[in-house]
């Protein structure tokens, strides 16, 4: 069923199930903030690109207000629900507002266990965590559950948060997360070489001083 929510451009994607921090400073965020709150009504976040707003959106619940200050602004939690498709925007009002309605994943691969995928997924993920954590001394990340746990953990671009946000199977999103893993593997794994040949002095030793 479509409706009209308020809609929070930002240069993000929020994801169903994440919890992301914001402060809100905008007089006209903190107005539509205030709407939320009495009305006890969902916001719409879609990532913001720098000539375009894409139509598919996280429904964003307000989980808590961590603190209210005295000028008005806000820090509060929100938590990702489900997915929608924006088929209007509105800006008649201080903050946008958009035509929305929710959309889940099509039924078609529900009682794939995705076994070997999700096993393939695994296996990259925990070999790129073992170099991150060795260069950059990182405490262990928790274990992935599902797809949109990898994102933020992966080195995605804004642009592949958004396809990932617009996949409508889990087995299409584990496969691009799986696609991009080992397309940098590589290139991280000839970094990290070549940084260990420069540390020994390796094929770097007969360079002439200067």
Same mark, same amino acid.
């Given at each position: 069923m479509k409706k009209w929510i308020p809609i929070f451009p930002l240069k993000l994607v929020l994801f169903p199930g994440e919890t992301i921090p914001l402060h809100i400073f905008e007089n006209r965020y903190r107005e539509m903030i205030s709407y939320c709150r009495s009305n006890n009504e969902y916001f719409g976040i879609v990532a913001k690109f720098s000539s375009r707003l894409p139509r598919i959106a996280c429904l964003a619940e307000?989980?808590?207000?961590?603190?209210?200050?005295?000028?008005?602004?806000?820090d509060i939690l929100c938590k990702g629900k489900n997915r929608c498709y924006i088929y209007q925007f509105d800006e008649s009002k201080s903050y946008l507002l958009g035509e929305v309605e929710e959309f889940d994943d099509?039924?078609?691969?529900?009682?794939?266990?995705l076994v070997d995928l999700k096993k393939e997924v695994t296996q990259l993920y925990e070999e790129l965590m073992n170099i991150a954590q060795s260069q950059l001394n990182i405490p262990e990340p928790q274990k992935p559950l599902v797809?949109?746990?990898?994102?933020?953990?992966?080195?995605l671009s804004l642009e592949q948060k958004q396809q990932?946000?617009? &996949?409508?199977? /889990?087995?299409?999103?584990?496969?691009?997360?799986? %696609?991009?893993?080992?397309?940098?593997? #590589?290139?991280? &794994?000839?970094? /990290?070489?070549?940084?260990?040949?420069?540390?020994? %002095?390796?094929?770097?030793?007969?360079? #002439?001083?200067?």
């Open positions: 307000i989980a808590e207000i961590t603190q209210e200050y005295s000028d008005g602004k806000l099509f039924v078609d691969d529900l009682n794939d266990p797809a949109y746990d990898y994102a933020h953990q992966v080195g990932l946000l617009e &996949k409508r199977s /889990e087995r299409e999103r584990l496969e691009l997360i799986r %696609n991009h893993m080992q397309e940098v593997m #590589p290139r991280i &794994k000839a970094y /990290e070489d070549m940084k260990e040949k420069v540390k020994s %002095n390796g094929h770097f030793r007969n360079f #002439p001083d200067t």
